[in-house]
């Protein structure tokens, strides 16, 4: 086993350090102590659950055959568990850290130990290194690594090698605001004084949620940097806001900074003729008395604080729950299938407890799978109002360790928050911010304008019915899918889908009984279309969730959430829906950040095991790329390439479907590029040695089509399948290539192309009509296809022979012949065709000509 681990007492260099040796060694797992200091304790209780992560004590060191050791040296500090590796002759230890060497560090068989400022650097240098993507929450974190360690650059141990590694992270999405929120920042010595003092004279106003202090001072000299040391009281104080308050040299300094989006500093600043930004201002005043400030800042808080975000608006609703009677094995394979850490039990939507996998885990271990939940569900509930604001919430969840909250109103369990559902709203408000940095990138949230826009006028009226009775039903509904990524793009799209919460099957019936219409009724998949009196057609269904069962497979559904809906969806552009209800029509859903996408051009997954769901939605990424000039971000194509093996468990009636969507509606030259650059092609024992000849012979096939307006169907949705062949025929796979021939065409086409790359002589020939008694049975398509894998000297001949072919002039038939005194038979169609060279040899132009013709064959053949 290998493992990957630090020094106790935790601090962001070490845990950043952990997770980048884990991207270096992925086989490894990252084994924590329990003992962290305060900043990275507070970080794991947020995200905790994004991080692969395992306590020491869990862990049989026995079974340790490789450590690699990061940010310490001594296995002496690794804690009271991982001593045992001390006595272990045979382990293997791999060594990253900055520190200076000591009597007891560990004899290591590889090892990094270089004087930089933090021991993150030294990884995130092998990284650069070894070209290993990194995603922007990593960036983050490994951040808060080097901030730490370093004093944000400020300690005398920070080299420009961690400048530059900082640089890198900024580049692949280091979010600043993030790394403050978790950093420390060093102070000088006067600077410490006047910050000791502050806190001391502090007095905290708790105002809707957010706690908000006021710190005052007087003292004759002046000091610089007070805006730093507000910084460190607004930390350390662990507020949402803070006005310092300091008279100094008969002026009187207000310094203001704010860490919760709710709050804005300008609206009290401004009053003072202040100035900066919503989350950081201040303001110098001569000739003020210092109490009257005081006073006016302290009865003026309410117009710094914007309207919470609270509980009914973040939380998961409507919950899922488990009876008490449910068994611990069922519990866990429920938890397995939705992706939960946790479930409420409530019976009667009255919450009795709350089961969580780790209490599973538990029971399973002692044997208990048969036994109910009911034995070993918490009941010592911690629940919350839906107006309980966003700010208490994380209180609630720091403090007391938990990672769920139950929303309650009227004794009833309506929606529960969850570590998740806090890290979606911090991220949303990064996102907020981002948007108010870059005016082009503003991110709608309500489009009802631009839904009015883009859509034709009957639809539109079309939606607004819809409202109507999705408010007398009092049911949420949503436009969804492809419509609404093409509203945000102004492209024109018709296609209107429609996703009830709750019963879209009776919802239709009810649009049927207020407007009319037909519908059809599809009760096996919870699914009705509804065709408008005025011939538009709907297709409405019911919010669903998708399981998987294998990789590949096609999946289970099951009605869910507006939420679980979307988060089935392919990619982040398409997972978007758009409210049609009256009171907030136009609203837009985008918990995934598509809009953003659609800015940045980028398909991208919705979680990293979506292409091993689902391997067809590679292929489709791959229409999207070409459908708006869009490129898979870095992830996104790390994870297609990993995944791709996993199309050889698709039907070859599922690959085919997706492969004539990308033949009809992307360049086929492209597509058979990108598919290469996928691995797509590989898979089926294609090597990428040949995928320069196939590009070429696409190119010629193109051309061929194009400049000398051969076959013209080449380039229409009936012969992609020309394109599709190209790499099996480069690569001699032809058994290969049968397996994706589902239709007679198909099949007769790789018979064709087979016959006719066997065929010695087509490069011999020397007349129309020589090619006319080679090729009369060949479709153009695979003439075509044969010469743009080959080059021939006498390809301009074999073009014209296509050109001219068909038209050529049917002089004679076979009453013709009878007339001329000869015994139907066999022969006729030999008769014939020697004409038909003939006249394509212009040795017969008319049919006086044509008979004389005939005449003399049978005169020569003494018929």
Not at 116 to 134: C, D, F, P, R, S
Not at 571 to 584: H, R, V, W, Y
Not at 796 to 819: N, P, Q, S, V
Not at 842 to 855: G, H, P, Y
Request: charged share 25%.
């Amino acid at each position: 086993m290998q493992i990957i681990m630090s020094h106790v007492n935790t601090d962001f260099d070490a845990l950043a350090s952990m997770f980048a040796a884990k991207k270096l060694y992925p086989n490894a797992q990252v084994v924590i102590s329990s003992k962290q200091n305060i900043p990275v304790r507070q970080f794991l209780t947020i995200y905790r659950d994004t991080l692969d992560l395992v306590p020491d004590n869990t862990i049989d060191f026995a079974n340790v055959t490789e450590l690699i050791l990061v940010d310490e040296a001594s296995l002496s500090r690794t804690g009271d568990y991982a001593k045992q590796l001390i006595e272990n002759d045979n382990l293997k230890i791999t060594l990253y850290d900055h520190h200076p060497p000591k009597e007891n560090d560990v004899t290591a068989h590889n090892s990094t130990i270089e004087q930089v400022g933090a021991t993150i650097t030294l990884l995130i240098e092998k990284i650069q290194q070894q070209e290993v993507e990194i995603t922007p929450f990593e960036a983050n974190l490994f951040a808060l690594g080097i901030y730490t360690d370093t004093g944000a650059f400020t300690y005398s141990n920070t080299t420009a090698r961690d400048f530059r590694a900082a640089s890198y992270l900024m580049e692949q999405g280091m979010d600043l605001n993030f790394v403050q929120r978790f950093s420390d920042v060093a102070l000088l010595p006067e600077q410490q004084t006047m910050l000791q003092t502050l806190l001391q004279q502090s007095t905290t106003h708790h105002i809707e949620g957010l706690n908000i202090v006021i710190s005052t001072h007087q003292q004759d000299e002046f000091l610089k940097g007070l805006a730093v040391v507000a910084e460190k009281v607004l930390e350390i104080n662990d507020a949402d806001a803070v006005f310092t308050i300091v008279e100094m040299k008969n002026r009187v300094i207000v310094v203001g900074r704010a860490n919760s989006e709710r709050i804005n500093l300008l609206p009290l600043l401004t009053r003072w003729h202040g100035g900066g930004h919503t989350q950081a201002g201040s303001t110098t005043l001569k000739d003020l008395a210092f109490e009257t400030v005081v006073d006016d800042i302290n009865d003026n808080l309410d117009l710094i604080i914007q309207p919470a975000n609270t509980a009914r608006d973040m939380m998961t609703g409507p919950v899922k729950s488990i009876s008490p009677k449910t068994t611990i094995e069922e519990a866990g394979q429920l938890m397995y299938r939705y992706g939960h850490s946790g479930f409420p039990v409530a019976e009667d939507d009255t919450l009795l407890g709350i089961i969580t996998r780790r209490d599973l885990e538990k029971a399973n271990h002692h044997g208990l799978g048969h036994a109910p939940v009911k034995a070993y569900m918490s009941t010592n509930i911690v629940s919350i109002a839906p107006d309980t604001t966003e700010e208490e919430i994380q209180e609630i969840i720091i403090k007391r360790n938990i990672g769920r909250l139950p929303v309650i109103e009227n004794d009833k369990i309506i929606g529960i928050v969850t570590r998740t559902n806090i890290i979606e709203s911090l991220h949303k408000q990064n996102i907020a911010e981002q948007d108010g940095d870059n005016s082009k990138k503003t991110m709608l949230e309500n489009v009802h304008k631009q839904v009015k826009k883009q859509l034709p006028p009957t639809i539109y009226k079309l939606l607004e019915d819809i409202s109507k009775t999705a408010d007398t039903s009092q049911v949420s509904v949503y436009l969804i899918g492809g419509i609404v990524r093409d509203i945000l793009l102004e492209k024109e799209n018709d296609d209107i889908d429609i996703v009830v919460e709750g019963d879209g099957i009776t919802f239709t019936k009810q649009l049927q009984e207020d407007f009319g219409g037909e519908i059809i009724i599809h009760d096996n998949f919870g699914t009705a279309t509804w065709t408008h009196p005025a011939g538009l057609e709907i297709d409405i269904t019911s919010s669903r969730l998708e399981y998987y069962d294998k990789p590949a497979a096609l999946p289970d559904v099951e009605t869910s959430t507006l939420k679980e809906d979307l988060q089935r969806r392919d990619f982040t552009i398409n997972a978007m829906a758009i409210n049609l209800n009256e009171p907030s029509f136009g609203q837009l859903v985008d918990p995934y950040q598509g809009q953003l996408d659609l800015y940045d051009k980028h398909v991208k997954v919705l979680h990293n095991l979506s292409f091993v769901e689902d391997p067809t939605r590679i292929l489709r990424g791959v229409r999207f790329e070409s459908r708006f000039g869009f490129v898979m971000d870095d992830q996104t194509e790390q994870l297609a390439l990993q995944s791709i093996d996993k199309v050889n468990n698709l039907s070859a009636h599922r690959i085919i479907e997706e492969m004539t969507k990308i033949f009809t509606e992307v360049n086929p030259i492209n597509a058979i590029e990108r598919l290469f650059e996928l691995q797509f092609w590989q898979q089926f024992g294609i090597n990428s040695d040949i995928k320069k000849r196939s590009i070429q012979q696409a190119i010629r096939l193109q051309m061929l089509c194009e400049e000398h307006h051969l076959n013209q169907a080449q380039a229409s949705s009936k012969n992609w399948f020309d394109y599709f062949l190209i790499p099996f025929y480069q690569a001699e796979n032809k058994p290969m290539a049968t397996k994706f021939a589902l239709t007679k065409e198909q099949t007769k086409t790789i018979q064709e192309v087979a016959s006719l790359r066997n065929m010695d002589n087509l490069d011999t020939l020397t007349t129309t009509g020589e090619c006319h008694r080679l090729l009369k049975d060949y479709a153009d398509a695979t003439i075509c296809f044969i010469l743009a894998a080959h080059n021939f000297d006498n390809e301009t001949l074999i073009i014209d022979y296509l050109k001219t072919r068909h038209d050529l002039a049917k002089f004679l038939t076979g009453k013709d012949l009878i007339e001329q005194g000869l015994q139907p038979g066999s022969y006729f169609s030999k008769i014939l065709l020697d004409l038909d060279v003939a006249i394509l040899n212009k040795e017969v132009t008319t049919k006086d000509e044509a008979i004389i013709w005939l005449r003399n064959q049978i005169k020569d053949l003494n018929i």
